[in-house]
């Protein structure tokens, strides 16, 4: 079972600012199967990011992904007031369980 | 446009069982497998398991097998999440999502939540 472990637990940024977030998985991840997403209280998981690289659509091109084996990294440019929320990373390796990390908390500063 | 529209709110006993359906539009119902996820209070999403709607087919995660049981009707592009023996830990927000495309999941339904409660 592959565990994503991310960091940080929580990050307090201003609007304007880069965000850098991390996610470690306990054995190597295809980074055809590394996916990152936004969720919003009260709201279902939405896709940013997939195949460790590529946006979903209609995400702006602040989001960016990056990474393989075991570490990824996803990256907001410069923080929009809407983009404060949870942000989880989730794998889908060869064989289920199929796993989200513990997600990161990015609050306003 | 595609949708998952899931069926509402439920409170359940102890021991009691419950059925969350999820509505699929908007694309080839039988395209995509379905999975299950669920999210308890505060915490991160699990993987519960997933239905192919063109075959039946069905894969579950162990910690969910004997007690979930996924189906789905064809004809009116919907799935079914059945999860039995309900207990006080499986107070949750469960959502189906479509996928995996290229690993992910690019649908999600709205959740549906279900609290057990004596």
């Known amino acids: 079972e592959i565990v994503l472990t991310q960091s940080p637990g929580t990050l307090s940024l201003s609007p304007g600012e880069r965000a850098t977030l991390s996610c470690r998985a306990s054995?190597?991840?295809?980074?055809?199967?590394l996916a990152w997403y936004q969720q919003k209280r009260g709201q279902a998981p939405r896709l940013l990011i997939y195949?460790?690289?590529s946006r979903a659509t209609g995400i702006p091109d602040r989001f960016s992904g990056s990474g393989s084996g075991t570490d990824f990294t996803l990256t907001i440019s410069r923080l929009e007031p809407e983009d404060f929320a949870v942000y989880y990373c989730?794998?889908?390796?060869?064989?289920?369980?199929?796993?989200f990390g513990q997600g990161t908390n990015l609050e306003i500063k | 446009q595609v949708h998952l529209v899931q069926s509402g709110a439920e409170v359940k006993k102890p021991g009691a069982s419950v059925n969350v359906s999820c509505k699929a539009s908007?694309?080839?119902?039988?395209?995509?497998?379905i999975h299950w996820w669920r999210q308890a209070p505060g915490q991160s999403l699990e993987w519960m398991g997933w239905?192919?709607?063109?075959?039946?087919?069905?894969r579950y995660a162990q910690n969910f097998q004997g007690r979930v049981t996924m189906t789905r009707d064809t004809s009116i592009s919907t799935v079914y999440m059945e999860l039995t023996r309900l207990r006080s830990d499986d107070t949750a927000v469960y959502y189906c999502?479509?996928?995996?495309?290229?690993?992910?999941?690019?649908?999600w339904g709205p959740g549906t939540l279900v609290t057990i409660s004596s």
């Open positions: 239905i192919d709607p063109n075959t039946g087919g069905t």
């Open positions: 195949s460790t690289s």
């Open positions: 989730q794998q889908f390796g060869n064989s289920p369980p199929y796993s």
């Open positions: 999502a479509r996928g995996p495309n290229s690993g992910s999941f690019d649908y």
């Open positions: 054995q190597s991840v295809s980074s055809r199967y």
């Open positions: 908007g694309y080839t119902f039988t395209a995509y497998y």
